[in-house]
């Protein structure tokens, strides 16, 4: 389902950066939408770090082969080495039977999270370890739908914005975080067309 603000965040934007409403008329028919359960969205990302796009998919449907369903217990219940074998990394492994401890013993508090303000969520998700703050934006922008996170550790959103605004020149992150004051409180919005901008099909997380 689309989000409810994403209609009136893209006429606010095309509103003040004509560059950036260019991008939105280019894909009208593709927009965010909310990716399952909180440990779904959060092991994705961390199967998704570092690695492309289409690598982080092959070794995702293959942790989904050996862990029906993911959940926690799922995870819990499976070997290391099977895990590894679907392609993560030993760090990875380690990462997502964390996350999975931290979900099963309750010292994550996900149906909390709702109504906690950004940085109170990204603070309790940065304590597991594997979570740093990207994978903690991607969780706010593609499960808790927030309209206004702007990851700037996210390489594929720096490219974009020196593409588009700076003709490919590596301006610093700075700079990319003051043209960014413009698109509040929507630079979720203005984040993923950007996005759609270096690949029109839309990320998962």
């Known amino acids: 389902m689309k989000p409810d603000y994403w209609e009136g965040a893209k006429r606010a934007l095309a509103r003040r950066d004509p560059v950036l409403g260019e991008i939105m008329r280019r894909h009208p028919r593709v927009h965010l939408v909310a990716r399952g359960e909180p440990f779904v969205t959060l092991a994705r990302a961390i199967v998704g770090q570092q690695i492309s796009v289409k690598a982080a998919q092959s070794v995702w449907n293959r942790v989904l082969e050996v862990a029906p369903g993911m959940t926690p217990a799922a995870v819990l219940a499976i070997r290391r080495p099977r895990l590894r074998a679907c392609g993560l990394s030993d760090r990875k492994t380690e990462y997502i039977a964390d996350l999975a401890r931290h979900f099963a013993e309750g010292t994550v508090h996900p149906h909390r999270w709702p109504e906690m303000d950004d940085e109170a969520v990204i603070a309790e998700l940065v304590a597991v370890r594997g ?75």
């Open 131 to 205: 979570v740093g703050r990207w994978t903690a934006e991607m969780f706010l922008i593609f499960n808790l739908l927030r309209p206004d996170v702007y990851p700037l550790g996210d390489l594929g959103l720096l490219n974009a914005v020196r593409r588009t605004y700076f003709r490919g020149r590596k301006v610093p992150v700075a700079r990319i975080r003051r043209l960014g004051e413009q698109w509040a409180p929507w630079r979720s919005v203005a984040t993923w067309y950007l996005w759609r901008s270096l690949d029109p099909v839309p990320v998962e997380y």
